[in-house]
């Protein structure tokens, strides 16, 4: 094979809808979500050489580079490193991350860069992405997620388990605050009580409507929810405040997303939600205006 030169885009991702089930004895915990991959995220560049022994440089620049180390703990080194290992084949692998997207934000940065990274070699080494998953999840729990090209997913098992969703209509427009703190996912499900077979009932039950609202197009924005929200607010006084600010300035669809740091609110036109980034950035948050991610491939667009 020749060099080549490959662009890869790394979305951001939300959870719509997010539900612990129960803590299964390896200490990770069953949840059912909703994955939405955003139109904002990270760019890395790859260039691939042919080589006997297999050589991996990262470079990383961007406005959160400085919140990563370019070595061998890095998800994309880690993520190419085992791509090599498990598919037997060598190459020179030069990677250069651009890093917009905050870590500890609960918007899947590190699982995007390096489950983007391996489906990108997949299509380049003409190998069954299907086959990666497990290697995927052994990475991170949202890994697997990236291998997919379809932007909106339900994720069951610990994240690893997925299934594309057929988007109807048009979807939201999304305003992303992040309130410049690191929330660890660990800690978070450390804290975490599964709770009782009622109330995960009822929750699921709003999943249910969100996945026919999606694919049916009807309204599902009301029903957005994540479980973790209660053992985040009460712990994290950024997090809570700025909830608290976007409820003040009028948002309404306001969800934490993943783990938190990050809290999300849902708009249907483009203006409104550039009106509402631009009244969180005059009171001094950092807030990106953005939309639910068409995809790549996807017929519906
Ligand atoms: C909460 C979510 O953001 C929802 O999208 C993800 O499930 C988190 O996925 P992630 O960041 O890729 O998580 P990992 O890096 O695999 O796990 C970090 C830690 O979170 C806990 N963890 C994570 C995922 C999961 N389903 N159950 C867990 O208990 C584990 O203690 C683990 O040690
Ligand atoms: N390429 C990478 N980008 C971001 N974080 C990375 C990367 N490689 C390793 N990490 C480490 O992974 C941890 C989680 O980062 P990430 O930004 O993916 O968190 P997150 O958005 O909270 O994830 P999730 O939503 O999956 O919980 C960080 O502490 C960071 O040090």
Request: proline share 4%.
């Amino acid at each position: 094979m020749n060099e080549a030169s490959l662009k890869i885009f790394c979305p951001a991702k939300i959870n719509l809808f997010l539900e612990i089930v129960s803590k299964l004895p390896n200490g990770y915990h069953e949840l059912q979500t909703i994955f939405a991959k955003l139109d904002f995220g990270d760019n890395i560049l790859l260039t691939l050489s042919p080589s006997d022994k297999t050589e991996i440089n990262l470079k990383i620049t961007g406005p959160y580079g400085h919140a990563i180390t370019a070595d061998a703990d890095n998800l994309v080194y880690k993520a190419a490193q085992r791509f090599f290992e498990f598919t037997g084949i060598s190459a020179k692998c030069d990677i250069s991350l651009e890093k917009n997207i905050p870590t500890g934000a609960g918007l899947g940065g590190g699982s995007s860069d390096a489950g983007c990274l391996l489906r990108t070699f997949c299509n380049h080494y003409k190998t069954d992405f299907t086959m990666l998953v497990p290697l995927a999840a052994k990475l991170g729990a949202d890994v697997a997620l990236f291998l997919y090209d379809e932007p909106v997913l339900k994720g069951e098992g610990i994240g690893e388990k997925l299934t594309p969703l057929k988007i109807k209509d048009a979807l939201p427009y999304v305003v992303l605050s992040y309130p410049d703190t690191h929330i660890s996912t660990k800690d978070v499900f450390d804290r975490l009580k599964v709770g009782s077979k009622e109330e995960i009932l009822t929750n699921l039950a709003k999943l249910d409507k969100i996945i026919a609202g999606l694919t049916e197009g009807s309204a599902w924005e009301k029903y957005i929810y994540n479980r973790l929200e209660d053992y985040v607010l009460p712990f994290s006084k950024p997090v809570l405040e700025l909830k608290k600010l976007m409820q003040t300035l009028g948002a309404k669809n306001i969800m934490m997303s993943g783990s938190g740091s990050t809290v999300f609110s849902l708009f249907d036109s483009s203006s409104d939600a550039c009106a509402f980034a631009e009244k969180l950035i005059n009171r001094g948050c950092v807030a990106v205006k953005t939309q639910l991610w068409r995809g790549l491939y996807n017929e519906n667009y």
